[in-house]
DNA sequence: CTATAAGATGTATTTATTATATATCTTATA
DNA sequence: TATAAGATATATAATAAATACATCTTATAG
């Protein structure tokens, strides 16, 4: 059971954009403090401006900052939002093969789990997973000036 | 965001036990039944018999029936059981290389989410995702006597 | 007005994970 | 003692995810 990185790298990018502050970022940069893939990040960065959560200024002096606040971008959201397949079994997508399908209630039960889950996540905004006291731990951690 | 083949097979294993009642049922037959591999299903029922969901009786006229009552394998536990991985992301595992783990509060969150995905998959059994009515239904479907 | 630094886009490759297949061994019963 | 069942180990195939590469577009500094 996992989120794909693709989810995660989403998540870091816009920790890292939301610890900047109005300062522009650029994808090299973010991808450097990480020591992950730029051209991973590239796409994620644009999914992420795609769907509003970032702004993405071309050209030289261009960069990246958050398009709100920290506390109005909703984990849960953001979650649903770049993860892209939910289906936890076969019967969840489509081309389902399994023959019980129609009388078996374990898609409701884990249907029921997934909400749970996300309703979890629904509590927490992307400041709150850079806690006041923490953010200049972080801050340091990403060698961010 | 997926549970593996592996938990689902064992999931449909124990159902289709569970509608056999106290009759010894083949590998051979519930692959055939679901149209899966057999093979696949065979290191599931094994995993299954390890840990004591099952009884597996060999040689000629073996097979297999559950070890218990449907009522007493709760969903939960067997999920947590089979399903081997639930490092949702980068930093739940070993070689987490994120450099901001150790402030971040991601982890944490994820992992509250996860406990409550849990948590509802802990108030069913087995005998819940075949209840009574649907029990028939799902014994013709899988062409069992 | 042009060189450069930034993001945008599409395709290809690599890697990791999951699923399946094959082969051989063990056990129990007719 | 032949056969039908599960047990085990290894190898291969299929799929999904992550990364790399190449090229295009945009904007600004000089």
């Known amino acids: 059971m996992h989120i794909t990185r693709y989810t995660d790298y989403s998540l870091r990018v816009l920790m890292y954009l939301a ?8 994808i090299r940069e973010i ?4 020591g992950i893939s730029k051209n991973h990040l590239m796409k994620v960065v644009q999914e992420l401006n795609n769907k509003g959560y970032l ?7 261009g960069g ?5 606040a920290a506390e109005a971008i909703n984990i849960g959201a953001l979650v649903r939002d770049t993860e892209q397949d939910f289906a936890l ?6 081309g389902d093969g399994c023959v019980i399908t129609s009388a078996c ?7 029921e789990a997934l909400e749970s ?10 400041a709150d997973i850079l806690p ?14």
Request: hydrophobic letters at 40%; proline letters at 0%.
């Open 132 to 145: 006041g006291g923490k953010a200049r731990v972080m801050t340091r951690l990403l060698n961010i000036g």
């Open 31 to 34: 991808a450097d403090s990480y």
């Open 64 to 68: 990246l900052r958050l398009a709100g």
């Open 19 to 26: 610890l900047k502050d109005d300062e522009l970022s650029t």
């Open 89 to 94: 079994v076969e019967c969840f997508g489509e």
């Open 117 to 126: 889950f996300f309703a979890v996540l629904d509590q927490y905004t992307l």
């Open 105 to 111: 209630q374990l898609k409701r039960v884990l249907g």
């Open 55 to 61: 702004q993405a200024i071309r050209g030289k002096n």
